[in-house]
């Protein structure tokens, strides 16, 4: 590079406890490149970026911005110096509105009234692309709409250096390339983007150079990203080959486990968000649901689950009516949820690993456990899933996103149990390897397999809604696209591709279908 450094980080360390987090990593930045950092999970990627965003402090090294050393004691310390972060997990407050968010980070004068403030924030979302309603309150939005608000709270601060940690997990195709152009535009006005991503293909196609860390050390850089494969930046992150195919099979369906008819939810706010949905849902297949977030994602699965009222309509389960059973009694029948909240709502962080592993199996046994057949069990989990523990016992609030996320598919994908299963965001936030690994559970828990026992295990039924469009094609048997809380388009595996479903999300050509989602 011909031009010095924004940014310069030299011997970077930070331990947490015995764990070597981040170790004596250098890496400079550019002004106008888009630079990607990409590793496992619990790499040190955003441990490393923390440090230069002001929320952690180094144990040792520095750090140099603009030619200057900087000590970093706050984030309002890196936003003096025109660095800002939006984070993976959210840093917003629910009860304030989305404007009042965007005016507590600085991205507004303080004194601006109301009103005008709420204009402003909608005018700068609409000009970057980004679908929020300024006047809403950020705990009634869905999980998509809150990353947006995130991306648009550190836009509108005028920063230099921006750090995006999955900035693109929660968008739609559409959402995501009016991000990319942002960030384009930014960078031909000498900003520097810093992406933290594990969408590989986004990653060669979006950054101008990639760092690869591997247990908290910067093991490689790639200096032209479309020079090398996914493959090839795969294999640099785990240290060895990796195979990142699928093994899909053909789809055997079987009997109707799930059935809606003419549901009706409303969302939190009182408001329609589930309008007379149809849908069947076959043993020995995955029906994936594809829309922008807001769209009534949450509300029907939460409502299939016992967790949400429903207004109208019926749902059978299993053959059973359930429209007016509990959540419990649902699970009872085989019912399973993997929520998109995996932190709050999918585990217990004070339990540890093997109470939240078998915390299905505690209802129904009488008063005694058999602990050592359940440890024994979590531990043969725990390896197959490569769930980076310190055993059964460790709090599960002290692992990272997704060894978490690790921790529920192993709960509810149980092949004894799960009969249907709901599954909200399966995969985001992990890494290339565990990535495929969860994607190739799913697609193994909807058929049968001979090898169990000399019985075949019954193959589920699965309900998959993700806003990684790529994967919903990729293992979806059918596709129902979701548009303001209808069906408006259902194909099956291979019918069409990502254009024209980010169409249809975003409600290009989205006349309801007469049929139902069967």
């Not at 920063?159 to 535009?185: H, K, N, Q, Y």
């Not at 690994?437 to 193994?444: A, H, S, T, V, W």
């Amino acid at each position: 590079m011909a031009q010095a450094p924004v940014v310069r980080l030299r011997s970077l360390s930070k331990h947490f406890g015995t764990v070597h987090a981040v170790d004596r990593v250098d890496l400079d930045l550019y002004p106008g490149e888009v630079h990607a950092l990409l590793g496992e999970n619990g790499a040190g990627k955003s441990t490393l970026m923390c440090m230069l965003a002001g929320l952690y402090r180094p144990d040792a090294g520095h750090l140099e911005v603009h030619g200057k050393p900087v000590s970093f004691h706050s984030p309002r310390d890196a936003m003096a110096a025109s660095i800002g972060m939006v984070h993976q997990h959210f840093m917003l407050v629910p009860t304030l509105t989305v404007w009042e968010n965007v005016l507590l980070g600085g991205g507004l004068p303080p004194l601006l009234r109301p009103k005008r403030a709420a204009a402003q924030v909608q005018e700068a979302a609409q000009r970057l692309g980004l679908r929020v309603d300024a006047r809403a309150q950020v705990g009634d939005l869905g999980v998509g709409e809150q990353q947006r608000v995130e991306i648009l709270r550190v836009l509108m601060r005028g920063v230099r250096i921006m750090i995006l940690d999955e900035p693109t997990a929660v968008l739609s195709p559409g959402e995501s390339e009016a991000l990319f152009a942002t960030i384009r535009t930014l960078c031909e006005q000498n900003c520097t983007i810093v992406l933290i991503s594990h969408k590989l293909e986004e990653v060669r196609r979006a950054a101008r150079r990639i760092t690869v860390m591997r247990r908290g050390r910067s093991v490689a850089t790639f200096d032209d990203p479309m020079e090398s494969t996914a493959r090839e930046l795969a294999a640099a992150m785990v240290g060895e080959e990796v195979s990142l195919e699928l093994h899909r099979g053909e789809p055997v369906p079987g009997d109707v486990l799930l059935e809606v008819r003419q549901l009706e939810v409303r969302s939190d706010r009182g408001l329609p968000a589930v309008r007379r949905i149809d849908l069947q849902l076959r043993a020995g297949e995955i029906l994936g649901l594809a829309g922008v977030a807001g769209n009534g994602q949450v509300e029907l699965m939460e409502a299939i689950a016992g967790l949400r009222p429903v207004e109208g309509g019926d749902l059978k389960l299993c053959g059973q009516s359930a429209t007016r059973l509990s959540s419990r009694q649902r699970a009872e029948l085989g019912l399973r949820f993997i929520p998109e909240d995996r932190t709050h709502t999918g585990t217990a962080p004070s339990l540890s690993v093997l109470e939240n592993m078998v915390l299905r199996r505690y209802r129904g046994r009488g008063p005694w456990l058999r602990l050592d057949a359940l440890r024994s069990r979590c531990q043969q989990q725990i390896e197959q899933l490569q769930i980076a523990t310190s055993g059964p016992e460790q709090a599960a609030r002290l692992l990272s996103g997704g060894n978490l996320q690790k921790v529920i598919l192993a709960r509810e994908l149980d092949p004894d149990q799960a009969r249907v299963i709901l599954a909200l965001h399966p995969t985001r936030g992990l890494d290339a390897r565990a990535t495929a690994q969860i994607r190739q559970l799913l697609l193994d828990a909807r058929r049968t397999d001979p090898a169990r026992g000399g019985h075949p295990a019954r193959p589920a039924a699965i309900l998959l809604w993700s806003e990684d469009l790529e994967e919903l094609l990729a293992l979806s048997d059918r596709l129902a696209v979701i548009n303001a809380g209808r069906i408006v388009h259902t194909v099956r595996h291979g019918e069409a591709d990502l254009p024209t479903v980010g169409r249809w999300m975003t409600g290009s050509s989205t006349e309801p279908e007469a049929a139902r989602a069967d």
